[in-house]
């Protein structure tokens, strides 16, 4: 049997230590710890990668700290619009979501639509009836609201292009509404969740969910629901979910080359992954990170940004997380 191992993120971005008080800062990591414990209870009671990395997604995506979910970010038109995806390493099996606007947990509907439906991708108004269908709880729109995420819409609604709740780099804010109270700048951070999975029986799985880009175009899907790019697992290598600039994160299908590399180049979860990092998504503007379990239960969790929040857990240990870059 094989030990099992889970890891999550919240996203990328701008570390500010300076705003940020200890009370603040613990909230993140009780947070991350907590949802962490969760899948590695999932995982040690038997439960199976995907049912884990499913848990894991819903549980960040009901969590306000996080843009997926309640607590998503704003398009231009001030509403919400919501991706994910489900994958299981075993038989590839997949489902995606996208542009939803009243599904509670997109997650749940992404698994619905991997096991009750010949697709992999659903969008719109079809996809939240057929989840309904299917069980899915739906909700008003009202209830992904959160008055920081809707005053961090109002500082940049005015701005011809979307703000990455992701990266704010390309833009000069001259002033904020207020100071930021969390480890990562709000306007300078990668808003997507995750989590990776390796369980007893050998199996990997990813999952990734995300309220999108403040102040995106309405119909704008990134990297989260798109195979490959923002979600991938495959047993004979790898489970991966990013975050990031989600369309560098697609032009480059980072999650499926970690994967190609370990294959066909024969190269270990580290190099492949910080090469994608470091090296690949670079070269195309790509920032951000990931979050990767290799068949052996070896963990990786590179980024390029100043931080990330993220958790991991192995077997019966206690969860660990971490928000700011590692010291050199």
């Given amino acids: 049997m094989t030990t099992p191992v889970i890891a999550i993120h919240g996203g990328a971005g701008t570390i500010t230590r300076a705003s940020l008080t200890a009370e603040d800062e613990a909230r993140y990591h009780q947070a991350l710890s907590d949802i962490v414990a969760a899948g590695q209870a999932v995982l040690n009671a038997g439960g199976s990668a995907l049912e884990a990395v499913t848990e894991a997604v819903r549980l960040l995506e009901d969590c306000p700290l996080f843009n997926a979910g309640h607590g998503a970010v704003y398009t231009s038109e001030g509403k919400h619009e919501l991706d994910a995806c489900v ?4 038989d590839l099996a997949s489902g995606a979501v996208a542009c939803v606007t009243k599904l509670r947990n997109p997650i749940l509907a992404a698994r619905t639509v991997m096991e009750n439906s010949e697709h992999v991708l659903l969008v719109g108004p079809a996809a939240e009836a057929f989840a309904a269908r299917h069980g899915a709880v739906t909700v008003e729109p009202a209830y992904f609201h959160t008055d920081a995420r809707h005053e961090q819409w109002q500082r940049v609604r005015g701005q011809s292009r979307a703000m990455l709740d992701h990266d704010a780099s390309s833009f000069a804010f001259a002033e904020k ?7 990562i700048d ?3 951070k990668f808003g997507t969740v995750g989590a990776v999975a390796l369980d007893q029986f050998g199996n990997l799985a990813a999952a990734t969910s995300t309220g999108g880009i403040t102040n995106k175009q309405p119909g704008r899907v990134g990297d989260s629901p798109i195979i490959g790019a923002g979600c991938y697992a495959n047993n004979a290598t790898v489970a991966v979910s990013a975050t990031g ?6 032009r480059t299908a980072a999650c499926y080359d970690i994967g190609a590399r370990m294959a066909y180049a024969g190269q270990s979860l580290e190099d492949a992954s910080r090469a994608v990092v470091f090296e690949t998504l670079p070269k195309v503007g790509g920032r951000g990170g990931l979050i990767a379990i290799d068949r052996h239960g070896n963990l990786a969790l590179p980024f390029n940004t100043e931080g990330m929040y993220r958790a991991w857990g192995c077997g019966e240990l206690a969860p660990v997380t971490a928000i700011y870059a590692a010291p050199a």
């Fill in 87 to 90: 994958m299981n390493g075993a």
């Fill in 177 to 183: 509404a207020a100071e930021p109270k969390e480890p």
């Fill in 186 to 188: 709000p306007d300078n």
């Fill in 245 to 250: 600039t989600g369309e560098a994160f697609m």
